[in-house]
């Protein structure tokens, strides 16, 4: 039993013949009350048909602006009641404003829910979620999202947009930045960790906001990676790879989903009752509240699948659909179809319930303004220890994918440094997409971290080339710079506005004349590092063929520069890994470690076996591959048994040594191969990973637990869990080089 004020004197009034103990007083009225659904039930039986679908209701501000349309009426919506939520505004001010016209002007002053794009950070910008999976450490993931939380609720936000769960295998498909990349267990592990940041131990904390898993389901499977483009798959794929990252989210807590653009099988997502009941509700017991995304209820029209306005929110309604984001169709149609009796009222009553219940639980009934706080404002954000663990997220992040003859670390007493290229210095682009009220002017450049970390050399820096575009005209300078310099840093790659929605690439390389930009500095016959910047994998051959160091820092965040310097110049050994597969060429795509065997696996000998006759099947780089400053050794896998019963668990340890200089980290990776079973099995999954740090010269044994749950999948008849046999446990520093040892599951 919980005693709390409750904000809304008249809202107090209404219900006081529910309570269980009221308290008489002039000011706020205390209560009691002892169930969250009896209080949730208490305002709905107040409220007027018109004000419930007011609560399934979400338009955006015109503060910023993130799909094709804003209503401007917005305002007035809030004083009428006819909107519950409202997004893209924050700030203690503005969010206390608009929340003054819903408290001070609705009958029943139910209070605004705000929502956010906040994907990567909120004034304090971290990497793009993709750059966060390559860290694998999830202990800094989760302290990322707990600073954007932080960060967001102090400007007025309840409640984020995010985590994005979209397992990706396209690198054309621009929304892989996002996203955790290819695998679902990593996926899934990832998911978790950002949920827990958000919401933090309890919503009622005034430093919390609510997750929202996005984007349900498959949206990262668009045919040919082009983004909103039709999904299609079998049941087993769906349920093996895209729906579990979704599913972890949800069991870790997150209390609202938003459904995807995409259709699945012909069917839209928004529309699709098999997704949001059968799956969601049913198999996974979700009880929160599921928005669209923007406009989605209004695109059913353009898929075909409703021949109008009312249509699209019947269908939308009875699939599961509680709120609708932008389409303004709930209001426009709802009242009018439960008048026809077309649509049941009693569907509106339970997703209002779903809504007032999160409203509850953050505690907005008690106090609507509670996260409006100009002092919490003044000194949350952008403070010295967010900066930091961004710079130390950031430097995590990065993939050292190439470091021949040991070019890096470069040495601090480096005389002539040339920092070439048009990511160098390029502020704008080094928050990446979806960096919320991120300000891009506060970030630190490349250029600036390299000065920063080695004031006593000589930087010079030319910009080389920009980004896209054909003028080759200030190669020459660049060259003539690079000549003079001792080493090379080549910042390459993409810019911000080529990775996020609405940015599928069809083809991969680097963009405009960089890459004749790289060659020429390459013909000097320097040393040169190149440091990418980027939102997707990119196709990089000739790269990895000449040049010596290559490090991988997609959009680093606002930190980027100086964590950029703190890997080069040594102050930090690179221990990222690659969360998703780097093609040798677009023609591959899509390729992923955890494919299937196929019945004619290739042989270089045998003309009849699955194979390209103009490149390699193998990818440039693996999934889960990622270089250190230092070595490690791995030792023959010691496992406690060699078979496994239905009710035991099995235990995998291997010997890891630093054999090299430094201390580093490494991400010692777990797969396993079923040899034999009624569905062709992949010929890797991960199961497991543990980051560890190993000083030099030493060694950790790393225990792995398996039971045999961990060994299911969907199988021929589609039930899920194991068969017996012989299993093949793969363990190492990425998807290919490893370490096997069989068992049987018996
Ligand atoms: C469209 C995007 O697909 C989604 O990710 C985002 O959360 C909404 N717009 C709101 O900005």
Not at 586 to 598: D, E
């Amino acid at each position: 039993m919980r005693s709390f004020i409750f904000h809304n004197r008249f809202l107090a009034a209404l219900l006081l013949p529910l309570s269980t103990l009221i308290f008489s007083c002039t000011g706020p009225v205390p209560m009691v009350v002892n169930n969250l659904d009896r209080q949730v039930d208490s305002v709905l039986s107040l409220m007027t048909l018109d004000e419930k679908i007011g609560q399934m209701t979400l338009y955006t501000s015109d503060m910023d602006q993130t799909g094709a349309f804003v209503r401007k009426e917005y305002e007035e919506d809030i004083k009428y009641g006819r909107v519950g939520s409202i997004f893209n505004a924050y700030g203690a001010d503005y969010t206390r404003k608009l929340q003054d016209l819903a408290i001070k002007n609705t009958r029943l002053r139910i209070p605004l829910l705000f929502g956010y794009d906040v994907i990567h950070g909120h004034r304090t910008i971290f990497p793009v979620p993709l750059a966060e999976a390559s860290s694998w450490d999830m202990k800094s993931i989760e302290h990322a999202a707990r600073i954007a939380a932080i960060e967001a609720s102090a400007e007025g936000l309840h409640w984020t947009f995010a985590p994005m769960c979209d397992i990706a295998r396209d690198p054309r498909w621009g929304r892989i930045v996002e996203g955790s990349g290819e695998d679902p267990y990593l996926g899934s592990e990832i998911a978790r960790a950002r949920v827990r940041g958000f919401q933090g131990n309890s919503l009622g904390e005034v430093n919390t906001v609510v997750a929202c898993v996005k984007h349900y389901a498959a949206y990262g499977a668009a045919q040919a990676g082009r983004d909103y483009h039709t999904t299609d798959m079998s049941q087993r794929l769906l349920r093996e790879v895209y729906l579990p990252p979704y599913k972890a989210a949800i069991d870790e807590g997150a209390l609202t989903v938003m459904s995807s653009f995409n259709d699945l099988d012909g069917i839209p997502a928004t529309a699709n009752k098999f997704l949001l009941s059968d799956v969601l509700r049913g198999e996974w017991g979700f009880d929160g509240f599921v928005v669209t995304d923007y406009n989605s209820i209004g695109e059913l029209i353009n898929h075909g699948v409703a021949a109008d306005q009312a249509e699209a929110a019947a269908i939308s309604l009875e699939a599961g659909i509680d709120m609708d984001m932008q389409a303004g169709i709930y209001p426009a149609t709802l009242s009018n179809l439960v008048d026809k009796q077309l649509v049941s009222e009693e569907l509106i009553n339970i997703a209002v319930r779903r809504i007032l219940k999160v409203k509850f639980q953050l505690g907005l009934f008690e106090d609507p303004y509670k996260y409006c706080s100009t002092e919490r404002e003044k000194t949350l954000l952008m403070t010295p220890g967010h900066q930091e663990a961004a710079r130390d997220m950031a430097r995590k992040s990065f993939v050292l994918l190439k470091n021949e003859n040991q070019l890096l670390p470069l040495s601090k007493n480096l005389k002539r440094i040339a920092v070439v290229g048009p990511l160098a210095d390029s502020r704008q682009d080094l928050i990446g997409s979806w960096s919320a009220a991120g300000d891009w002017s506060k970030a630190v450049t490349l250029l600036e971290g390299v000065r920063a970390a080695v004031p006593q050399a000589q930087v010079q820096y030319v910009k080389g080339c920009e980004i896209t575009g054909t003028s080759t005209d200030n190669i020459k300078q660049a060259v003539e710079v690079a000549k003079s310099a001792d080493v090379v840093i080549l910042a390459v790659g993409e810019a911000a506005w080529m990775s996020g929605e609405a940015a599928s690439r069809s083809d991969i390389g680097l963009p405009g004349v960089q890459q004749t930009l790289v060659e020429a500095v390459y013909k000097t016959g320097k040393p040169v590092v190149v440091v990418l910047m980027n939102g997707r994998p990119l196709t990089i051959k000739w790269i990895d063929s000449h040049i010596p160091a290559i490090l991988e820092t997609w959009f680093a965040g606002t930190q980027a520069g100086n964590a950029i310097a703190d890997v080069l110049f040594g102050d930090y050994n690179p221990s990222g890994k690659l969360p998703v597969t780097f093609p040798d060429n677009l023609g591959q795509v899509p390729v992923y470690y955890s494919m299937r065997n196929t019945g004619r696996p290739f042989e270089a000998a045998n003309k009849y076996t699955s194979k390209y006759l103009d490149g390699p099947n193998e990818p440039l780089y693996v999934f889960g591959y990622g270089l250190s400053y230092t070595k490690f050794e791995y030792s023959p896998l010691v496992l406690d048994k060699n078979i496994l019963t239905e009710n035991d668990t099995i235990s995998i340890s291997v010997t890891v040594k630093n054999t090299g200089e430094l201390a580093g980290e490494e991400v010692v990776q777990l797969y396993v191969h079923d040899k034999v079973a009624s569905v062709a099995p992949p010929v890797k999954t991960l199961k497991g990973f543990k980051k560890i740090r190993i000083d030099a010269g030493e060694e950790k044994i790393v225990q792995f637990v398996l039971t045999p749950a961990d060994l299911a999948f969907y199988r021929a008849d589609m039930t899920y869990g194991w068969e017996k046999g012989a299993f093949r446990i793969d363990v190492g520093t990425n998807s290919r080089d490893v370490v096997s040892a069989e068992f049987n599951l018996q």
